[in-house]
């Protein structure tokens, strides 16, 4: 891991607090509250009407604990505020709402989070006349020759979720601005200490703060930021407030919890992992491994322009069937088998076992692609547990 800027780790541990507005407290207090109260009713009406960001009136709009979280996540971003949702599907499916309209076409990477290609299928299109094309996002080419008129919105992920294959994230957002086309991009793996879209030009980032953000798999949670503050403006006095997907305070103050420690979290991680990593591309039984920081990364130059750090997500490929995937992942003590990652503990499953044959095929892998999670256990531990679990297969 490299040096984080001094800045961010200012913003993580003390960005936008006041100790003596905390009555001195180090840790800000949880503003459970659902309304505020006003001297007068003409001040109540007035602040309804300008409608300030740090004034407080009602929890669905906004709230103090809410709002520090937001600050924090802007300032990590380097962008010009945020917005923090229920969940990240909260936040995806915002995002596309307010900025796409019926009959608008939105070009999406093929490799990105399912929920939401699930959404589209299931609500964008159906009900609300959108359309979306699916593609690689690592044809510059195909992504022009996919654009139309109507094209609003384009879809990131970058590196992307089965076998963190990366995009040119500067060249693609230079394309869409051209067009008028807005861009978003889901940063969640390399959080912002390890890259920032927005400085490359993306326009709507978001995170999902179930991952590193919390780090502790206590909290759900979404964030949209962006450097435009007027777009955040807009969004919080109009999609999140109606639709009414507000993170709560509890939820709020978790994450920021979570951030005080994630510079320290993403370094073990990143070291755990790294071993881990290298463990696995030499072994025997197993003919790939799929991880940002292996030298052997067929993207590793570009990789090295737009990351800072690595983190503790991967997957690996055995040169036997997909059932013997499944056994060895069954025969692992120290990860746990479910879904998520990027909290403490270690995980593992086959993300693509139930896949149809385009899937795997847009993918290039099959069904027995195993991907792991490593936590906080240890490189020593882990890579214990693996070869228990590869030496089980024949």
């Known amino acids: 891991m490299k040096n984080v800027e001094n800045e961010q780790l200012f913003t993580i541990t003390h960005g936008y607090e006041d100790y003596q507005d905390q009555l001195g407290a180090v840790s800000p207090p949880v503003f459970f509250s659902s309304l505020h109260v006003f001297p007068t009713f003409e001040e109540y009406l007035r602040a309804g009407e300008q409608q300030d960001d740090e004034t407080f009136i009602y929890g669905r709009v ?12 802007a300032a990590l971003e380097h962008g010009a505020d945020a917005l923090v949702f229920g969940s990240g599907m909260a936040a995806a499916t915002s995002a596309i709402l307010a900025t796409c309209q019926a009959g608008d ?10 929920p939401v290609h699930s959404f589209m299928h ?12 699916f593609i690689s996002g690592l044809d510059l080419e195909e992504i022009k020759r996919e654009i139309r008129p109507n094209t609003k919105l384009m879809i990131l992920e970058s590196p992307a979720t089965f076998v963190f294959s990366v995009v040119d994230i500067r060249a693609i957002a230079d394309v869409c601005r051209e067009r008028g086309i807005k861009t978003y991009m889901d940063n969640t793996y390399c959080t912002p200490l390890f890259q920032n879209p927005l400085d490359m030009g993306i326009d709507i980032v978001m995170h999902t703060l179930s991952k590193y953000v919390g780090g502790h798999s206590d909290v759900i949670g979404g964030a949209l ?40 979290r993403l370094a073990m991680h990143q070291d755990t992992a790294l ?55 069954n025969a692992l003590k120290l990860f746990g ?13 086959c993300p693509l076992y139930t896949a149809d044959e385009a899937a795997l095929k847009n993918a290039g892998v099959s069904r027995g692609l195993i991907r792991i999670h490593c936590g906080l256990e240890g490189a020593d ?6 070869t228990r679990a590869l030496d089980m297969i024949s």
Request: aromatic fraction near 6%; proline fraction near 5%.
């Open 62 to 73: 906004s709230n103090p604990t809410v709002r520090l979280l937001e600050k924090k996540l």
């Open 337 to 349: 088998k479910g879904c998520s990652w990027g909290g403490f503990e270690s995980l593992a499953l």
């Open 225 to 264: 930021i962006s450097k435009d503050k007027g777009f955040i403006h807009q969004m919080r006095h109009g999609t999140r407030e109606w639709l009414g997907g507000i993170l709560g305070p509890m939820e709020a103050w978790l994450a920021i919890r979570g951030l005080r420690s994630m510079p320290a």
């Open 105 to 114: 076409h939105i070009l999406c990477m093929r490799d990105s989070y399912r």
């Open 381 to 386: 531990n882990l890579i214990a547990d693996l």
């Open 275 to 329: 071993k881990v990593a290298r463990f696995l591309e030499s072994h025997p039984k197993v003919k790939a491994v799929h991880y940002t920081g292996l030298a052997s990364h067929p993207q590793a130059e570009l990789i090295k322009k737009q990351m800072r750090g690595h983190t503790g997500l991967m997957s690996f490929e055995l040169d036997r069937e997909p059932e013997d995937a499944v056994k060895v992942i």
């Open 122 to 133: 299931s609500v964008g299109m159906p009900r609300m006349k959108m359309d979306i094309s």
